[in-house]
């Protein structure tokens, strides 16, 4: 009998006809064997917004080149594949659906009807980068399976949350946030995207407040002036010896602030002296801390003006720069204006300018956790291929500042943080506690935001393995 192979190669006769043969027969599955080396890829989960791209092929084929290498060594060889929740991503992206479709907002909807849409998002597009990843050839344990937001991940996340609170690594507190109006949410810095942008800086004289000169500062963000508590110029700056200690008055606005001396200003930067914003600027806020200054918000989180800004109040914060610029001008305040690359953060989401602002967070604290992260890369227990990250990796450690890890959305883990109704008292724990341990009362209601999605990703590799149990796989 005679057989002949097709001219040409049709994957579709044999590929998803093959994968199903692997997947029915179990080939793929491993479990602990104490006569096999393991050898464990755990998948770096995909966001569920969307489907796979190019990018995910690559490295997809990576993880399955290796881990099929060592599973024909003989080793008991697991890929362990699932996806990822994304929360801001996911929520942009859910939002959108229900407003296109449904012409609703989320608020319309309500928590519980929202995350409804949600869940039926990750079954959809779950669902479908799954079929994707098969379509891939990819040799991955599918009675694994996990999701970022499952029962188990779930537990790891709260568990780990108590943990470190306990430990005082986690605490809730007023600081300086990265805040996306549009998200409306804050970001991590990670977050921020950084570009020099061509913008303006504006020098405006401040009067002194005994009918002096004043003095002259330049700012890129005129708008949160109605924010400023006082004038800092650089200890060593002879120009402006004799006026630390005085007053100035903040234009059209006539509130009285000090001129101060802190190590932050420049004196070779622009006029030398800056004006001090500590709600809204990272830097200003670390002034204010240590001169004890006020923090006065100017900048609503929908980015509108607040009350502070007067008569601009509730006007768009770009809205507010035009008219403002204009009136000082008028009115002779404005020296100068010089056009400059100034540095801009955007959001990574959806690439509005990000605005610094003084918000109630929760935040990990950094400082201790990264030191052994630090340790192992100088010792050489930890090796970066190609080795020049490694200059990247401690940097970033080294200058790393508490991660603000509390986001104002819906979609992800909520924050394990109890509030009793009627006192006020925090309890952090698993569960709703059932009475409060200061006033006796029964009613609590849990904070309302979620974690940043990076808490559960750096759990990932452990959570799905079973910890916090010391499971077998672990
Ligand atoms: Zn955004
Ligand atoms: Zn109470």
């Known amino acids: 009998m005679e057989k002949n192979l097709a001219k040409t190669y049709s994957p579709k006769d044999f590929e998803d006809r093959i994968y199903q043969s692997w997947e029915e027969n179990k080939a793929f599955h491993a479990e602990v064997d104490e006569n096999k080396k393991p050898f464990t890829i755990v998948m770096p989960p ?34 362990l594949p699932g996806t990822d929740h994304a929360s801001i991503a996911t929520e942009v992206k ?17 928590r519980e009807e929202f995350l409804k849409r949600a869940w039926a998002w990750k079954e959809e597009f779950g669902g479908r980068i799954n079929k994707q990843i098969r379509k891939l050839g990819s040799s991955c344990d599918w009675d694994r399976e996990r999701f970022t937001m499952d029962e188990g991940c779930n537990k790891a996340v709260v568990e780990h949350f108590i943990r470190l609170y306990n430990k005082g690594l986690i ?15 804050s970001l991590s810095d990670a977050e921020v995207e950084h570009e020099d942008k061509p913008g303006k800086y504006w020098y405006f004289r401040y009067p002194a407040a005994d009918g002096g000169e004043g003095i002259v500062v330049a700012t890129s963000r005129p708008e949160t002036m109605f924010g400023d508590v006082a004038i800092a110029v ?26 101060i001396a802190d190590q932050y200003p420049d004196p070779e930067k622009g006029t030398g002296a800056v004006k001090i914003t500590p709600s809204h600027d990272p830097n200003d806020f670390e002034v204010g801390q240590r001169h004890n200054l006020e923090q006065l918000c100017c900048i609503n989180p929908d980015a509108t003006m607040t009350d502070m800004a007067g008569k601009y109040a509730g006007m768009d914060r770009y809205e507010c720069r035009k008219a403002w610029v204009k009136d000082l001008e008028e009115a002779g305040y404005l020296v100068q204006i010089e056009e ?18 003084i918000s109630d967070q ?24 190609p080795d020049r990250f490694e200059k990247i990796y401690l940097h970033w ?6 991660w603000c890890t509390s986001r104002q959305l819906w979609w992800g883990h909520r924050i394990p ?25 029964t009613h609590f209601h849990q904070d309302e935001d979620v974690l940043d999605t990076w808490f559960s990703s750096a759990l990932w590799p452990f959570s799905t393995l079973g910890w916090p149990e010391k499971t077998k796989d672990l």
């Open 340 to 357: 400059k690359v100034i540095p801009s953060g955007e959001c990574y989401r959806c690439h509005n300018v990000i605005e610094p602002m």
């Open 417 to 441: 943080a109890y509030y009793c109704d009627k006192c006020g008292e925090m309890v952090v724990a698993a569960e709703m506690p059932e009475v409060c341990p200061k006033c006796g009362d």
């Open 234 to 259: 650089h200890p060593s700056d002879e120009r402006y010896k004799d006026m630390v200690g005085t007053n100035v008055i903040l234009p059209l606005v006539g509130r009285e602030i000090p001129i």
């Open 171 to 185: 605490y809730k507190g007023n600081r300086i946030i990265n805040w996306c109006p549009v998200c409306g949410t």
């Open 397 to 402: 450690l080294e200058e790393i500042r508490d």
């Open 46 to 79: 995909p966001n569920i917004t969307g489907q796979l791209h190019m990018g995910h092929a690559l490295d997809q084929t990576l993880q399955d080149v290796l881990t099929r290498w060592k599973r024909m060594q003989g080793y008991s060889a697991l890929w």
């Open 362 to 385: 929760w935040f990990v604290a950094m400082e201790e956790l990264a030191k052994p992260a630090i340790e192992v890369a100088k010792n050489g227990e930890l090796t970066h291929v």
């Open 94 to 110: 859910v939002v959108e659906k229900i407003r296109a479709e449904e012409g609703k907002s989320k608020e319309d909807l309500g």
